[in-house]
Structure formats: C-alpha cells, structure tokens
T-cell receptor, first 113, second 116 residues
Framework: SAVISQKPSRDICQRGTSLTIQCQVD?????MFWYRQQPGQSLTLIAT?????????ESGFVIDKFPISRPNLTFSTLTVSNMSPEDSSIYLC??????????FGPGTRLLVL | AQSVAQPEDQVNVAEGNPLTVKCTYS??????LFWYVQYPNRGLQFLLK??????LVKGSYGFEAEFNKSQTSFHLKKPSALVSDSALYFC??????????????FGTGTKLQVIP
C-alpha cells in the first residue's frame, strides 16, 4: 500500500486567486490522479499526472485552469487557477501501483468566497 | 465504455445484523472491481478488490464481496454490522481491456447507517 499526504488540508480563498495543492506519496508510484468531490457525492477525475510529461485531462477540465506538475515518482501538485465559488470542493489526490489499487490522500477542502 | 451503479443512496441496518451494499457494473471485457469506504472528512480507504480467481473476496474490517459475472454484480457484505461501519461506500470498476492509462470509474456512493 501507499501512504499519501496532502497540503493544505483546507483553505478559504478569495475569488480570482490561485491555490496550489501538494500531494506526497511515501513510495514511488507509477500513476497519480487528481479528483474533485462534492461532500457526500461521487468522485470526478480531473486528470492523470504523468511523470516527465504533461498531465492527461478529462473532458471538461483544462490545463489553464488546473495546471498539474509531476516532477518525480512521489510528488505532484494541482493548482486551481483564477478561482470562483464554483471551484469550492474537496480535491483528492490518489496514487496507483501495479496491483491496480488506488490509494487516496485525505483531501483538501477548498472554499472560495 | 465502463460504468458502475449503486442503486441505493442509503442503507440502514441495525447493529449486529448482516449488511449488504449493492453494486452492478458494465464493462466491455473482464472487470477489475473495487470497494472503498469514506469516513466523514476523510479520504477514501481501500477495502477490497476483485481481479481474478475466487469469486468471494475478503477485505478489511470484516467486509467481503462476491463477484457474480452472470449478474454483473459485486455486492459488499458483512455478517454483523457495527456502528463504526457507518460511512459512505463507493464501488469502482476498471475494464481490464482498457488501454492507455489506468482510469477507474466510481459509483455514486451509498451511505451506510448502522443503528445502535
């Protein structure tokens, strides 16, 4: 298994600003993912963070709004840019290994005013 | 395309009674199937998975799930529910034949409420 930490755990931001969320894994992993979740609801995949190349974004998500970095096999960041209240959500980082299981971080709760 | 359905938004069960949380799936080929649990204000925790082999899969915290290919189901079960099992449960599927990167589809979640 993998242990994943995220920073910050929560934040309150003003509209128009940007927030960078960090995700750290305690071991090298092949795949890292970023999800968005409204409280009590399902997960929506934002993008897959690829080491050494650009992230792969899902339909409805674009790099200008959600730039992602993956500088090595244990770390990734997601930036939520030019935020609006609609970006208020829980952002989850996950990591996948060869056994097909994804392990999740505790999440970042974002409130945009 | 792959999909997963959790037909019940909420399941209520008395403490000590058996519980079942339902999940059905649709994939083109053979599925990888997963169950995750999410406690309030926490991330998702992996419970168990089916990749291949025995249709009855045992996981964490006394949970198990049965893979039924003919009914395309993967229901989560526990013989005796605990109040501490109250949480949000997610079923997830990945098509084994899906190429490229590993994309998993999550269900809408089922809230399990165990009543003391």
């Amino acid at each position: 298994s993998a242990v994943i930490s995220q920073k910050p755990s929560r934040d309150i931001c003003q509209r128009g600003t940007s927030l960078t969320i960090q995700c750290q894994v305690d071991s090298q992993v092949t795949m890292m993912f970023w999800y968005r979740q409204q409280p009590g609801q399902s997960l929506t995949l934002i993008a897959t963070a690829n080491q050494g190349s650009e992230a792969t974004y899902e339909s409805g998500f674009v790099i200008d709004k959600f730039p992602i970095s993956r500088p090595n096999l244990t770390f990734s960041t997601l930036t939520v840019s030019n935020m609006s209240p609609e970006d208020s959500s829980i952002y989850l980082c996950s990591a996948g290994q060869g056994d097909e299981t994804q392990y999740f971080g505790p999440g970042t709760r974002l409130l945009v005013l | 395309a792959q999909s997963v359905a959790q037909p019940e938004d909420q399941v209520n069960v008395a403490e000590g009674n058996p519980l079942t949380v339902k999940c059905t799936y649709s994939v083109s080929g053979n599925p990888y199937l997963f169950w995750y649990v999410q406690y309030p204000n926490r991330g998702l925790q992996f419970l168990l998975k089916y990749i291949t082999g025995d249709n009855l899969v045992k996981g964490s915290y006394g949970f198990e799930a049965e893979f039924n290919k003919s009914q395309t189901s993967f229901h989560l079960k526990k013989p005796s529910a605990l109040v501490s099992d109250s949480a949000l449960y997610f079923c997830a599927v990945r098509d084994m034949q899906a190429g490229g990167y590993q994309k998993v589809t999550f269900g809408t979640g089922t809230k399990l409420q165990v009543i003391p």
